[in-house]
């Protein structure tokens, strides 16, 4: 089983910063893709950023130019650094693992709150 905590999330005004990051724990038995979704209110979940150690990194559209995502390999964690936020970026935001051997995990979530 592979255990997931994110951290970072929290309150924060229009054109603020925030940094998330998830650490993966447990039975690893090879990391494929990290990423980052989000899920507002009455919405579907949705993708914001990937990262793949074969075919780099994928962002969401709205999200581009503004967030980065980075991966440290060595310790199993995925950071998701966002900048310019804006109010439509407000949901909660969930880590999400891939595994080559077939597993997919998600993390508990965190609430991002981007006020006006």
């Known amino acids: 089983q592979v255990q997931l905590v994110e951290s970072g999330g929290g309150l924060v005004q229009a054109g603020g910063s925030l940094r998330l990051s998830c650490a993966a724990s447990g039975s690893i038995s090879g990391i494929m893709t990290m990423g980052w979704y989000r899920q507002a209110p009455e919405k579907q979940r949705e993708l914001v950023a990937t990262?793949?150690?074969?075919?780099?990194?994928n962002y969401a559209d709205s999200v581009k130019g503004r967030f980065t995502i980075s991966r440290d390999n060595a310790k199993n964690t995925v950071t998701l650094q966002m900048n310019s936020l804006k109010p439509e970026d407000t949901a909660v935001y969930y880590c999400r693992v891939l595994t080559y051997s077939g597993g997919a995990y998600w993390g508990q979530g965190t609430q991002v709150t981007v006020s006006s």
């Open positions: 990262i793949n150690t074969a075919v780099g990194t």
